[in-house]
């Protein structure tokens, strides 16, 4: 009896195939165990197959990036800018949520993908649309930064660098060492200390590892933004209005290599 081929029963790989693969291999493992000869392995073909669909494994990480992207909600009609931007940041960050792996992604990229463009005027389109002025919505883009995309860039965590999954008596001498480290710490910056104390984060629902980016820290931040915002809008604020040196400088930091608006 004749053997049927392995490679005819398999779906024909294209560029769709290939990207899904990759962020389900990505989902499971987190992105540095991603390769593009592990790609090729669960896929079934030889590495140099893939290179058809994605020359390279920095377009490979750029379409999947472009895939999660893709995947946030679209501007609910007949709503307010507040609540359009509000949704599809909120609607961003559950995708970033799916995919822990993409925030670290998008921040490595060198400039904007596709997909983050189209979001990107998109978002711009809503505060134009809704009445703001464009010296407000380029300084509005520019102060929601990373937010647009569902996640915090923190300028430090203020909850430690100690992995909550691990076992406490595993390194006992380990264990002292950061002690006491952490006693050092505190008895030369207090204040730091007393912030790291008091701060309680539910570690279920940070992005990529940023243990300050819980969802109630990340609402906080975006509501205390677009309420800002709003006030500005009503007053009809103008950068021209302002200090010379407040005029002349960038509000907010940029949402990283891919995500932030031409200045």
């Not at 909550?164 to 006491?180: M, Q, T």
């Amino acid at each position: 009896m004749a053997h049927q081929p392995e490679a005819g029963r398999r779906a024909p790989l294209n560029r769709e195939r290939v990207l899904r693969a990759a962020i389900a291999l990505a989902d499971g493992g987190g992105i540095e165990s991603l390769s593009m000869r592990k790609l090729a392995q669960e896929l079934g073909v030889v590495p140099m197959a893939l290179y058809k669909h994605v020359p390279n494994k920095e377009q490979l990480l750029d379409g999947m990036v472009d895939t999660v992207v893709a995947r946030i909600d679209l501007p609910a009609s007949g709503s307010g800018w507040k609540d359009v931007v509000r949704g599809r940041v909120l609607s961003a960050r559950r995708e970033l949520l799916r995919h822990r792996w993409a925030a670290q992604v998008i921040e490595s990229r060198t400039g904007p993908t596709p997909a983050v463009l189209e979001y990107l005027d998109s978002m711009i389109g809503t505060f134009r649309d809704g009445g703001f002025s464009v010296d407000l919505t380029h300084h509005a883009m520019h102060a929601m930064g990373s937010r647009l995309l569902g996640f915090s860039q923190e300028l430090f965590d203020d909850s430690g660098n100690a992995d909550p999954n691990s076992d406490p008596n595993s390194d006992p001498d380990g264990g002292a060492e950061a002690r006491a480290a952490g006693v050092a710490m505190a008895a030369r910056y207090p204040r730091i200390a007393e912030l790291a104390a008091g701060a309680a984060h539910d570690p279920t629902s940070v992005v990529g590892g940023r243990r300050c980016d819980d969802q109630f820290e990340f609402e906080f931040a975006l509501d205390l933004l677009l309420d800002g915002l709003e006030k500005l809008h009503e007053r009809g604020w103008t950068s021209t209005g302002s200090s010379g040196a407040e005029a002349g400088t960038e509000t907010g930091a940029g949402a990283g290599a891919g995500a932030g608006p031409g200045a």
